[in-house]
């Protein structure tokens, strides 16, 4: 079964302190993004990666990292979070680069 | 540039009743078109996609769209809805880029299906 996991589900943390998602894919899918999901904003685009060390900017990358050491794994990474990065993330993968598979997605709170 | 719209941001609906949720893409060139659809707190599923050929596609759960490259539109058809299709819906527009695949995602349409 064809799996895009997300972990946390999820979280609440404080301004400043990092925060670190994670996304797995069962598919050796080449390519994973991680999206984030406002109101009223649709799906913005934070990363890309087309492969292990090979990562690209999005559309909104300030304030956000990530990490591709294995194909299988993508981490989002925020140092020193802020309040208005609170939002709902999406990791997504595909292979054919432009069918996507999503995760559940990681309701991230800053306070 | 590329664009998507959806230009109806709540559609309400009967069950039973037929459904047409719409999508205009802004494209010059050959459009690869999508809809996905995100249920209350997952991620978003695909529906159908169309690359090329017949106009109208099948997708799950008894979905169709049809492309129409004059009215540069996707819109996304079912002929009786149930209340489990409650979700929102979201076209998208794939286009080539540099080496790689541009994905432009619509605003997204809400459908509520009443009882």
């Known amino acids: 079964d064809m799996k895009v996991t997300q972990m946390p589900r999820y979280l609440i943390k404080r301004m400043g302190e990092n925060v670190l998602l994670e996304c797995g894919q069962d598919m050796s899918h080449e390519t994973m993004y991680w999206y984030r999901q406002d109101p009223g904003l649709g799906l913005q685009l934070i990363y890309i990666s087309y492969d292990v060390d090979s990562n690209s900017e999005g559309d909104i990358p300030k304030g956000y990292r990530v990490s591709r050491k294995k194909r299988e794994h993508f981490s989002l990474i925020l140092d020193s979070a802020k309040t208005n990065q609170t939002s709902v993330y999406f990791c997504?993968?595909?292979?054919?680069?432009?069918?996507?598979?999503f995760g559940a997605g990681t309701r991230l709170s800053v306070l | 540039a590329q664009s998507v719209t959806q230009p109806d941001a709540r559609v309400t609906v009967s069950e039973g009743a037929s459904l047409q949720l719409r999508c205009k893409y802004s494209?010059?060139?050959?459009?690869?078109l999508f809809w996905y659809v995100q249920y209350p707190r997952q991620g978003l599923q695909l529906l159908l996609k169309?690359?090329?050929?017949?106009?109208v596609v099948q997708g799950v759960n008894g979905f169709e769209a049809e492309f129409s490259k004059s009215n540069s539109s996707f819109h996304l058809r079912k002929a009786s809805v149930h209340w489990s299709d409650s979700a929102v819906y979201f076209c998208v527009l794939s286009v080539a880029s540099s080496g790689s695949w541009q994905l432009i995602f619509g605003s997204g349409t809400q459908l509520t299906v009443m009882p």
């Open positions: 169309y690359y090329s050929g017949d106009p």
């Open positions: 997504a993968s595909s292979l054919e680069g432009n069918t996507l598979y």
């Open positions: 494209y010059s060139g050959t459009p690869y």
